[in-house]
């Protein structure tokens, strides 16, 4: 016999869809920040090398011993509290042509902590531990005397490594200096994007080309909150097109936001972030959302769709017959 329990989760099974959380692509080198980006600490060897892909919203910097606490308590939400060293300035991550990558070839043995001296980057996650371990260690370097010109090599050589530096994955982040792979999904089926109140917002475009060149002119703003309170914004309140309804969420840390799309019709989608008149798109943070038509659109497919019809219907009248009969018991109890 089939227990309520069972019928109930089915039927909700048949009514709702997947959810389908953006995410940066995976294995993609990038040093960005966001709520719930991080790096994980790695440890390579002595001639082995560090490639840094950013852009010039990032830097790349050596926090120095402190003389208490630790290296990551020097980080706060005004930047870095303790002394740094520069390996590469955010002008030295200008390119034309999309990222730039940065190498570090650490000369020495031991650990270096680095991270992002922009604003709150490195309290927000961008900051990194390398351990480098060799045969030939020589003396351990310190503060400034561990970024040299023979740290920095233009182009990676000898026997070395190259490690990308890249994001831990499933982040669940919608931010800009990162890439983000197209998504598929069906009629029924959402899509959310998790990111930082005032920071970020989503938005469409219509076409492919206004996608691809990160054109704003005919954007539709879908969701935008004040930085203060993470509430939806003014002037998205005044859009009906914007944060209907229930699918914009403040979390419960003050600062994360969530906007919740519906696919509800076939085709592609196109989303960006129109935040400096399209400059967050342009470092990546866009994404392709293509709908699958209906199932059942394909006569191939129209004996399964009926079927699942008929079994989610079926499941609706036992879920009925339960809640009812439940009604009557205690009405009669």
């Known amino acids: 016999m089939l227990s309520p329990s069972w019928m109930v989760v089915h039927f909700f099974a048949c009514a709702h ?18 709520a719930g980006v991080s790096f994980a600490d790695m440890t390579i060897q002595l001639g082995d090398t560090l490639n840094f892909r950013s852009y010039t919203d990032h830097d790349v910097v050596l926090l120095h011993t402190p003389s208490s606490g630790t290296h990551w308590e020097q980080c706060s939400m005004t930047g870095i509290a303790g002394e740094f060293t520069t390996i590469w300035s955010t002008a030295e991550f200008e390119s034309s042509s999309g990222p730039a990558d940065q190498l570090f070839m650490p000369t020495t043995c031991g650990d270096f902590y680095i991270a992002c001296s922009i604003s709150a980057h490195c309290a927000f996650g961008q900051k990194v531990k390398i351990t480098v371990e060799g045969g030939e260690c020589g ?146 943070q866009k994404v392709v959302v293509t709908v699958n038509a209906a199932q059942g659109a394909a006569s191939s497919n129209n004996a399964n769709a009926s079927r699942e019809r008929s079994r989610c219907s079926f499941l609706a009248l036992l879920v009925s017959v339960l809640f009812l009969s439940h009604g009557q018991q205690r009405n009669f109890s």
């Open 17 to 34: 869809g997947a959810v389908h959380m953006v995410n940066f692509a995976p294995n993609t080198p990038m040093w960005t920040v966001g």
């Open 139 to 284: 003396s351990p370097c310190e503060g400034a005397a561990c970024v040299t010109e023979a740290s920095k090599p233009s182009s990676a050589s000898g026997s070395g490594s190259v490690h990308q530096v890249l994001p831990v994955e499933n982040s669940n982040f919608w931010g800009m200096t990162g890439a983000f792979n197209a998504m598929t999904v069906d009629i029924g089926d959402t899509v959310v994007f998790r990111t930082l109140a005032a920071y970020h917002d989503v938005a469409m475009v219509p076409s492919r080309g206004e996608f691809d060149s990160c054109t704003m002119s005919d954007m539709t703003v879908v969701a935008a909150w004040n930085g203060a309170n993470s509430a939806v914004s003014d002037t998205c309140s005044a859009n009906a097109l914007c944060c209907p309804g229930t699918t914009c969420e403040a979390g419960a840390d003050g600062m994360t936001v969530t906007y919740m799309w519906e696919a509800e019709a076939a085709g592609d989608v196109f989303f960006v972030c129109s935040i400096g008149a399209g400059r967050h798109c342009e470092t990546g």
